[in-house]
């Protein structure tokens, strides 16, 4: 389980550093290098306040899963943070969502890859992807079943504007890391088994959050997404629109 510190402003420059070296331990444990895992700082409902002092800290990658609240905050931080979103993307925000992110961690279906590829088409843009993979089976989760998308894969890679870079998941909720490892196994076994099967890259594996990154980190997380032992638990966010219908 990850240690995780307090939440205060002052305090992120703080945990941090704790996360960062947790990612290095774990990546040597596993005889992995540290620079092969990239830290995605999940700031969805964190005020631009604190994102910044971890922009100051060194962090510069971000996570965002509200459109609204992401183009509220993103011209608030320093033009040299990077944002990847890790929502649920809706088909209607796909036109606002497709500049101001450089990576999305959760299509999770044919038809919203469709849609993006259309509108990024119309837009001149080239979107890099990850696919959801929902390999636990969870009926309260979204993402492909492993079975749907290994049928649907050669119809995604025949989109044009799009580039899969790799896959997610988010494992059920578990009060031990070490519950969650079975099913970032099955992520990666899926992975190479799609490389294998269509002759394909997929170098990303976005899994792990704050309580099992460091098990994500030992069966080859590529991306971990950490926001509470960054920035503490998600508060309402000040920058999110009482209009905003997500």
Same mark, same amino acid.
């Given at each position: 389980?990850?240690?995780?510190?307090?939440?205060?402003?002052?305090?992120?420059?703080?945990? /941090?550093? =704790?996360? =960062?070296?947790?990612?290095? @331990?774990?990546?040597?444990?596993?005889? +992995?290098?540290?620079?092969?895992?990239?830290?995605?700082?999940?700031?969805?409902?964190?005020?631009?306040?604190?994102?910044?002092?971890?922009?100051?800290?060194?962090?510069?990658?971000?996570?965002?899963? +509200?459109?609204? @609240?992401?183009?509220?905050?993103?011209? !608030?931080?320093?033009?040299?943070?990077?944002?990847?979103?890790?929502?649920? /993307?809706?088909?209607?925000?796909?036109?606002?969502?497709? *500049?101001?992110?450089? /990576?999305?961690?959760?299509?999770?279906?044919?038809?919203?890859? #469709?849609?993006?590829?259309?509108?990024? @088409?119309?837009?001149?843009?080239? *979107?890099?992807?990850?696919?959801?993979?929902?390999?636990?089976?969870?009926?309260?989760?979204?993402?492909?079943?492993?079975?749907?998308?290994?049928?649907? %894969?050669?119809?995604? !890679?025949?989109? *044009? =504007?799009?580039?899969? @870079?790799?896959? %997610?998941?988010?494992?059920?909720?578990?009060?031990?890391?070490?519950?969650?490892?079975?099913?970032?196994? %099955? !992520?990666?076994?899926?992975?190479?088994?799609?490389?294998?099967?269509?002759?394909?890259?997929?170098? #990303?594996?976005? %899994?792990?959050?704050?309580?099992?990154?460091?098990?994500?980190?030992?069966?080859?997380?590529?991306?971990?997404?950490?926001?509470?032992?960054?920035?503490?638990? #998600?508060?309402?966010?000040?920058?999110?629109?009482?209009?905003?219908?997500?």
């Amino acid at each position: 389980m990850a240690v995780v510190g307090k939440f205060g402003v002052e305090d992120i420059a703080q945990n /941090l550093a =704790r996360v =960062r070296t947790q990612i290095v @331990e774990a990546a040597r444990t596993s005889g +992995r290098s540290p620079e092969d895992v990239e830290l995605v700082a999940i700031s969805k409902t964190h005020e631009a306040e604190k994102v910044r002092a971890a922009f100051d800290a060194g962090q510069q990658l971000f996570g965002e899963s +509200r459109i609204q @609240e992401a183009r509220a905050k993103i011209p !608030l931080l320093p033009s040299a943070a990077r944002w990847h979103f890790v929502g649920r /993307l809706q088909r209607n925000k796909i036109r606002h969502a497709l *500049p101001l992110f450089e /990576l999305f961690h959760s299509i999770d279906s044919l038809e919203l890859a #469709r849609d993006l590829n259309r509108v990024a @088409e119309e837009e001149g843009l080239h *979107p890099r992807v990850l696919l959801e993979i929902n390999v636990a089976g969870e009926g309260s989760k979204i993402g492909f079943a492993p079975v749907a998308l290994q049928s649907q %894969m050669e119809a995604l !890679l025949e989109l *044009p =504007r799009l580039t899969i @870079e790799g896959v %997610m998941t988010i494992p059920p909720l578990a009060a031990e890391a070490e519950a969650s490892r079975k099913h970032f196994v %099955m !992520l990666r076994d899926l992975r190479d088994q799609f490389v294998q099967q269509f002759q394909i890259t997929l170098p #990303r594996l976005s %899994m792990g959050m704050s309580g099992d990154f460091a098990v994500a980190i030992e069966e080859g997380a590529t991306l971990v997404r950490v926001g509470t032992a960054i920035f503490g638990k #998600r508060t309402p966010a000040r920058l999110r629109a009482a209009t905003d219908p997500e």
